[in-house]
């Protein structure tokens, strides 16, 4: 299984890619995190992420695409992987295309603005293992701890509310775009399009998620 989760920031994409993850055996190749771990090694590609980050823009294509390429080019790729919060722009998606990169499916979790401003403003993490939790819908057994670990949780840089807003415009700007992209794709590739509605509680995304991934 070759999959892109597409959606908006907050949308889920996340917390449903950890369970398609264990379910399928593939890895999760999320460019969010992999910029995160950057930044807290402090390597020249973090720091120079790091500000455009915090704004809640786009981190350049050459940059985003060359990390995925080297992800790919690791062994646990090779039965498949699960492409999270990439590709993001129209140029990133043709990246794909010329490397040669099948996609099976592209799996699209649609949420209303309203909902992503509470989840992602709720959202807490674990910075070193990547947990997400939210502060109502997902609380950790003790408040603003990790469940494994009992460590701190924070907040995002770009989780607060004015940023978000931001990443909502940049959404719609640049990566909305990728829906009619794919759609487009799906009607002359082997490449299949599903979309689902990813309002509702985590278990009930997750049943149509799998029903997505396996009709
Ligand atoms: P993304 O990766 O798309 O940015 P996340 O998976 O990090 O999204 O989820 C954003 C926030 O919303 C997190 O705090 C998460 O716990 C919460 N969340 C995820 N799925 C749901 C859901 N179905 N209902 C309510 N909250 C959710
Ligand atoms: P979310 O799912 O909440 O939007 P991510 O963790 O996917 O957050 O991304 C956080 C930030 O990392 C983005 O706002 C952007 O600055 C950068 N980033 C992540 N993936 C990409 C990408 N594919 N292209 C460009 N920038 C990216």
């Known amino acids: 299984m070759r999959l892109i989760l597409?959606?908006?920031?907050?949308?889920?994409?996340?917390?449903?890619?950890?369970?398609?993850?264990?379910?399928?055996?593939?890895?999760?190749?999320?460019?969010?995190?992999?910029l995160r771990s950057a930044r807290a090694e402090g390597t020249p590609l973090g720091r120079m992420a790091e500000s455009i980050m915090a704004r809640g823009e786009l981190v350049s294509d050459e940059i985003v695409v060359g990390l995925v390429k080297e992800r790919l080019a690791q062994p646990d790729c090779e039965a498949g992987f699960l492409f999270d919060g990439f590709p993001r722009t129209i140029p990133q998606a043709e990246a794909v295309l010329e490397a040669g990169i099948e996609i099976d499916r592209v799996i699209e979790i649609q949420v209303d603005d309203d909902e992503v401003v509470r989840r992602i403003t709720g959202r807490r993490v674990h910075e070193q293992s990547g947990r997400v939790y939210h502060v109502l819908f997902n609380p950790p057994r003790v408040p603003d701890r990790d469940n494994e670990t009992g460590e701190p949780l924070t907040q995002r840089e770009d989780d607060r509310e004015e940023t978000v807003r931001d990443r909502l415009e940049v959404y719609r700007r640049q990566t909305?775009?990728?829906?009619?992209?794919?759609?487009?794709?799906?009607?002359?590739?082997?490449?299949?399009?599903?979309?689902?509605?990813?309002?509702?509680?985590?278990?009930?995304?997750?049943?149509?998620?799998?029903?997505?991934?396996?009709?």
Request: one cysteine or more; aromatic letters at 6%; hydrophobic letters at 35%.
């Open 6 to 34: 597409l959606g908006p920031p907050g949308a889920g994409k996340g917390t449903q890619a950890r369970f398609i993850c264990q379910t399928c055996g593939i890895p999760q190749v999320s460019t969010g995190d992999m």
């Open 176 to 215: 909305q775009p990728l829906i009619r992209f794919y759609t487009e794709l799906s009607r002359r590739a082997p490449l299949e399009y599903r979309a689902v509605n990813g309002v509702g509680d985590v278990d009930a995304v997750m049943q149509d998620v799998l029903k997505a991934l396996g009709d």
